[in-house]
Every structure is written in structure tokens, then in C-alpha cells.
T-cell receptor, first 111, second 114 residues
């Protein structure tokens, strides 16, 4: 079963607006990662936030983590048409690389 | 540096057949993981290989198997194919095992079962 759930499932915004998507997970984590997937392609790693961090920035991306609520959010500022993709959060079970991915948020940015 | 390469990109098989998918990780990466992606179940972990040994396994039947070679290249095999095996199969590599390693994904093999 999947570890995480993203919310909303789909999001449609105008270019230049901000996009916020949320992720909830079930068990304790060492870190949480966000990935992007363009249609028909593989996933691309965006950002990693460790369990002892509350916020992290990378370019137009801002990620927050609330371990007490077992939730994370990804904010994309000043969105572009090229940001159109599905976004997934991922957590890891144990010490290996067994990732659990959320259900994903499908983001459409309208030019 | 070349990315993760998966072959073939598309594959059509019929029920009962078997299939082998190939993954070449990024040069120097020793961990290779496989995922199945379907609209209904999303992304599900199949297994992970590191140094030619299976380190983790997801909740899939024994029809799904894999292996890793000394050059870190990996293959995944599915026997006695079922309609429900139709999916995008993704391979991901990382330098080592460990929870702080981002995964680098290939573009997948789209498997269709008729």
C-alpha cells in the first residue's frame, strides 16, 4: 500500500500564479523527497527535506515539513507552463532505498 | 554523464508470455530499484539491488524477479504475464543505499499485455 497521499489530486492554475500541493504520510521518516514526472517520462528529483528541517528552498520551490502532523507541502512560485507535470512525495522505509510514493498531484499551468 | 537508460521503451506481449526488461544505471551508481506504475495503484516498489544482491523486495508475486550484474546493470523478468501486468516499469539508480540518496529515474518501459 502507498505510504503517502497528495492533495489535491489535480490542480489547474494560470501562469504566474503559485501552486501549493500537500502530502501526508503514515509512519516516521528520516527524510521526505519530492519528485516531478512529465507525461510519459521518468521521475525527476526536486528536493529532499530531512526530518529535523522545517523548511527548505530551491529556486522557485519551497518545501515545508511538519513531522507532528506527518505532512509536507510543496509550493511552486511564479508558475510556468513548463511546470505542468505530476508531483509526488516519497518517503523511505528502513535503511535501504525502498521508496513509498504518494498518489501524486497533477498540475496544469495554463499559459 | 549519461542518465539511466531503460530498454526497450515499449513492449507488447500476450498473456502467458514472459518478458525481460533492462536498466543501465548512471555510471558509478551501485543501487538499482524497480517500480511499477499504473493508474490504479500508482507507483509501487518492486525490488532493489545493490552489489548484485537483492536488498529489499516489495509485495509482488514470485513471477516478478530481477538480477544485477557486476557492472551494476539490472534486468527485471516477469513470467506468465497477466493483463494486470500492463504498466510503466521504472528503474531508478543511486550512488549507494541509504535514506539520503535521491533516486535518478529512467523514462521507463511501457509494457502492454494483450
Amino acid at each position: 500500500s502507498q505510504q503517502g497521499e497528495e492533495d489535491p489530486q489535480a490542480l489547474s492554475i494560470q501562469e504566474g500564479e503559485n501552486a501549493t500541493m500537500n502530502c501526508s504520510y503514515k509512519t516516521s521518516i528520516n527524510n521526505l523527497q519530492w519528485y516531478r514526472q512529465n507525461s510519459g517520462r521518468g521521475l525527476v528529483h526536486l528536493i529532499l527535506i530531512r526530518s529535523n528541517e522545517r523548511e527548505k528552498h530551491s529556486g522557485r520551490l519551497r518545501v515545508t515539513l511538519d513531522t507532528s502532523k506527518k505532512s509536507s507541502s510543496l509550493l511552486i512560485t511564479a508558475s510556468r507552463a513548463a511546470d505542468t507535470a505530476s508531483y509526488f512525495c516519497a518517503t523511505i522505509k528502513g535503511t535501504g532505498n525502498q521508496f513509498y510514493f504518494g498518489t501524486g498531484t497533477s498540475l496544469t499551468v495554463i499559459p | 554523464k549519461a542518465g539511466v537508460t531503460q530498454t526497450p521503451r515499449y513492449l507488447i506481449k500476450t498473456r502467458g508470455q514472459q518478458v525481460t526488461l533492462s536498466c543501465s544505471p548512471i555510471s558509478g551508481h551501485r543501487s538499482v530499484s524497480w517500480y511499477q506504475q499504473t493508474p490504479g495503484q500508482g507507483l509501487q516498489f518492486l525490488f532493489e539491488y545493490f552489489s548484485e544482491t537483492q536488498r529489499n523486495k516489495g509485495n509482488f508475486p514470485g513471477r516478478f524477479s530481477g538480477r544485477q550484474f557486476s557492472n551494476s546493470r539490472s534486468e527485471m523478468n516477469v513470467s506468465t504475464l497477466e493483463l494486470g501486468d500492463s504498466a510503466l516499469y521504472l528503474c531508478a539508480s543511486s550512488l549507494h543505499q541509504g535514506t539520503n540518496q535521491p533516486q535518478h529515474f529512467g523514462d521507463g518501459t511501457r509494457l502492454s499485455i494483450l
